[in-house]
């Protein structure tokens, strides 16, 4: 059974940086062709996608904000990190992690519950 | 960056009835290896977004035949057929022909 869970500070200051950690069970990162990816929705609009890590390692950001993101995987490949810096009242979302495959399976097939994080001073 | 454009913003449907949603996109979502990868997603109320068609009109396990995908190109169309109450919530189309990825901008479905 696949399940992935966020987990984040809930409320930080602005200009501060943001630390989320997605765990996630029944795969494996280190699975060929595995990716999973971080999207956000503030409340009541639409979803952003923002970043992802595949199996090898490799990193993929939104152009948009990539000068603030790294997205990083644990050795384990169990557990997605994202780190945001410099946050600020844009930053307020709902964070969601998802899992989608790169040679097939190119869907997210599985989501987080997501975590909403406020940015507020 | 490609903008997918959903129309209509919100639909009210008789249950039983049909629903149908359109995503236009600002540049053709087929890739150079063939493949399409438009996808859509519902987030029911207070829940995390769910698959429901991938690659244009392959619809995901578990999904019932009542939703149809289709389109090709920028034009991409959802129909809802025979629209039942577990059917409400907002829609979202989804691209990740280009880089970025994008999400358009969502359609609510509300039941009469």
């Known amino acids: 059974q696949v399940t992935l869970k966020e987990s984040g500070p809930g409320m930080l200051q602005p200009s501060k940086t943001l630390s989320l950690t997605c765990s996630f069970s029944?795969?494996?990162?280190?699975?060929?062709?595995?990716?999973v990816s971080w999207i956000r929705q503030p409340s009541g609009k639409s979803l952003e996608w923002l970043a992802a890590?595949?199996?090898?390692?490799?990193?993929y950001y939104n152009p948009s904000l990539k000068s603030r993101l790294t997205v990083s995987k644990d050795t384990s490949n169990t557990q997605v990190f994202l780190k945001i810096t410099s946050v600020d009242i844009a930053d307020t979302a709902t964070y969601y992690c998802?899992?989608?495959?790169?040679?097939?399976?190119?869907?997210?097939?599985?989501w987080g519950q997501g975590v909403m994080v406020t940015v507020s001073s | 960056d490609v903008v997918l454009t959903q129309t209509p913003v919100s639909l009210s449907v008789t249950l039983g009835d049909q629903a149908s949603i359109s995503c236009r996109s600002s540049q053709s979502l087929e890739y150079s290896d063939g493949y399409t990868y438009l996808e859509w997603y519902l987030q029911k109320p207070g829940q995390s977004p769910q698959l429901l068609i991938y690659g244009v009109s392959n619809r995901f396990s578990g999904v019932p035949d009542r939703f149809i995908g289709s389109g090709s190109g920028t034009d991409f169309t959802l129909k809802i057929s025979r629209v039942e109450p577990e059917d409400l919530g907002v829609y979202y189309c989804f691209q990740a022909t280009h880089d970025p990825f994008t999400f358009g901008s969502g359609t609510k479905l509300e039941i009469k």
């Open positions: 998802a899992r989608r495959g790169y040679y097939s399976a190119h869907y997210f097939d599985y």
């Open positions: 890590i595949d199996w090898d390692g490799d990193k």
């Open positions: 029944g795969f494996s990162l280190s699975t060929s062709g595995m990716v």
